[in-house]
C-alpha cells in the first residue's frame, strides 16, 4: 500500500512538473509573440512616414 502510494505521489508530482513547463513554454510564446507584433507595428509606422 505504501509503495503504491509513493508511486503514484511520484506520478503526480511528475504530472505537475510537465504542466508547469508547458505553462512556461506557451507564456514563452505568447511574449514572443508580442515582441514581433511591436516590431512589426513599428515598421509599419516607418514606412507610413517614409512615404508621407
Known amino acids: 500500500m505504501i509503495a503504491n502510494?509513493?508511486?503514484l505521489r511520484f506520478f503526480n508530482c511528475i504530472k505537475?512538473?510537465?504542466q508547469?513547463?508547458?505553462a512556461y513554454f506557451v507564456n514563452s510564446l505568447i511574449d514572443l509573440q508580442g515582441f514581433f507584433n511591436k516590431i512589426?507595428?513599428?515598421f509599419?509606422?516607418?514606412n507610413i512616414f517614409a512615404f508621407c
Open 44 to 46: 509599419i509606422f516607418i
Open 20 to 22: 508547469h513547463k508547458m
Open 5 to 7: 502510494d509513493s508511486v
Open 40 to 42: 512589426v507595428a513599428r
Open 16 to 18: 505537475s512538473a510537465i
